[in-house]
């Protein structure tokens, strides 16, 4: 399925136009730009997600990891083995029982989302582009990780390659804290030379880390109030266990509707409603309204609800399940 990206270049030259200059007109309305994440918790019959044509990650998905900035290698463990936990045994409920759901999207051939998810690769960035990034610097982050001659460049794999893009906790990204904690898109030929997908996500733990990183930091600052909900992370750290639940999301998203025209509700493909928006804030059944929904705690009290490799622990949110037609995940009491 991806090795027919180079075909669609002229196509997508003419929608990636549509995007930046729908993108340029938008910048005062953040809920309208980039499949921003909303709020569409529980499940519904009157949900209208639809299948739009377009290609989802059916071959099996190469990932390669851009580290923007300076970061904790404990840090890059707990992420890295998180994504090696996707394609990997675990006790259940699992990262790869988790994303099981996310394999039943199909393209118009059948073929589903794979289960083949490896990470292919790493590159440390250090503030090639500063400390402020606008959304349009990660394709410029990219190109500069497939083309560098200081370090070793990371592949241009157009057939089968996603790339992301984590920002370390002092990189500050257009939109980031005020109205996203990370998105998806595509590469534009004229800027990295050929269409990949991509995925931003951005380590909110010394800037907002209860709007990024909740449940496990109140939203006010502080303490929280008895009965918040709020819990200790699986990982011992805030901000980087938020990133693993917004990472989880994005992958999902961009596994279901790489070039913004395969699974989303809503008639705008400029602000597609997909399938882990639909249930943002749900990671266990009961959850919405606030309400995280029932999850496991571990022998220090900290919450979660998948299972991963070298014994993991993650709270990752739940995904929209085509068949039952709601928000599902492998801890369903039901």
Same mark, same amino acid.
């Given at each position: 399925m991806m090795q027919c990206l180079p075909l669609l270049t002229l196509v997508l030259f003419y929608t990636s136009l549509f995007h930046f200059l729908a993108i340029s007109r938008c910048q005062n309305q953040p809920n309208y730009i980039y499949n921003q994440q909303k709020n569409y918790e529980g499940s519904s019959?009157?949900?209208?997600?639809?299948?739009?044509m377009g290609p989802v990650l059916a071959s099996p998905i190469n990932i390669y990891i851009i580290w923007y900035g300076r970061w904790d290698p404990n840090h890059q463990s707990t992420i890295t083995d998180f994504i090696s936990s996707i394609s990997s045994p675990a006790p259940y409920p699992s990262v790869a029982n988790w994303w099981?759901?996310?394999?039943?999207? +199909?393209?118009q051939t059948g073929a589903?989302? +794979?289960?083949?998810v490896a990470l292919s690769g790493h590159f440390q960035d250090a503030y090639s582009h500063g400390r402020y990034l606008t959304r349009l610097s990660m394709q410029s982050i990219i190109k500069n990780?497939? +083309?560098?001659?200081?370090?070793?460049?990371l592949p241009l794999n157009y057939s089968n390659g996603l790339y992301l893009v984590l920002t370390s906790r002092d990189v500050q990204v257009q939109e980031f804290c005020r109205a996203v904690c990370g998105f998806h898109y595509f590469t534009f030929?004229?800027?990295?030379r050929v269409t990949v997908p991509y995925a931003w996500i951005g380590h909110s733990g010394a800037q907002c880390p209860g709007?990024?990183?909740?449940?496990?930091?109140?939203?006010g600052g502080g303490t929280p109030p008895r009965g918040s909900g709020i819990m200790g992370p699986p990982n011992r750290d805030p901000g980087t266990d938020g990133m693993i639940s917004v990472i989880a999301h994005e992958l999902a998203e961009v596994s279901s509707n790489p070039l913004i025209n395969?699974?989303?509700a809503g008639d705008d493909p400029v602000a597609p409603t997909e399938i882990a928006d639909l249930c943002l804030g749900v990671y266990g059944s009961g959850g919405g309204g606030?309400?995280?929904g029932v999850v496991s705690k571990d022998s220090w009290g900290n919450g979660y609800n998948l299972n991963g490799v070298k014994g993991r622990k993650y709270l990752v949110q739940w995904v929209w399940d085509p068949v039952r037609r709601r928000c599902f995940g492998p801890n369903a009491l039901d």
């Open positions: 019959d009157l949900i209208d997600l639809k299948y739009h099981r759901t996310v394999t039943l999207y +199909t393209d589903n989302v +794979t289960r083949n990780a497939v +083309t560098s001659s200081k370090r070793r460049a030929p004229s800027v990295a709007m990024c990183a909740y449940p496990f930091a109140w939203p395969a699974w989303y606030g309400y995280v």
